[in-house]
């Protein structure tokens, strides 16, 4: 396939950059460029672009041509919101639990419970039982 700057293999390198950057140390521009079937020098362009708009946290070795990547660490903020996500996810889970005992005791599910039909009623013989209703 000839190399181009067709805009899906730019959003697909965009997007690689964008998931994988916490993942990798440091990446070649020309490993980039096959992986993605496009030009060094439109890589070198998108990664830059990136770099300057702060959407990827890496410096260009430009002699080796590598892409360094930085690690970070969230901020208070993003670490904040992420434990507000965690205790909402256990409320979200708790709340369904609760949900769950209390329609399956409502419906004769859960807690062992067979339903009306299958009760205590019927099975201590009361229906079955003769009826002497005559006699003392």
Known sequence: ??????????????????????????????????????????????ISKMIIGEELMASLDEPNLMVVLHKTEPSRIQALALQLCDKVTNL????????????????????????????GYQKDGYGQRERNWGTC
Do not use: P
Request: charged share 25%.
């Open 1 to 46: 396939m000839k190399k181009g700057t067709s805009l899906g293999s730019e959003e697909s390198l965009r997007t690689f950059l964008f998931t994988y950057s916490s993942v990798y140390d440091s990446l070649s521009i020309e490993t980039l460029a096959e992986m993605f079937e496009l030009n060094k020098s439109v890589v070198h362009s998108i």
């Open 92 to 119: 979200v889970d708790y709340n369904d639990r609760l949900l769950e005992i209390k329609l399956g005791s409502f419906f004769g599910r859960g807690a062992g419970l067979q339903g009306f039909r299958d009760s």
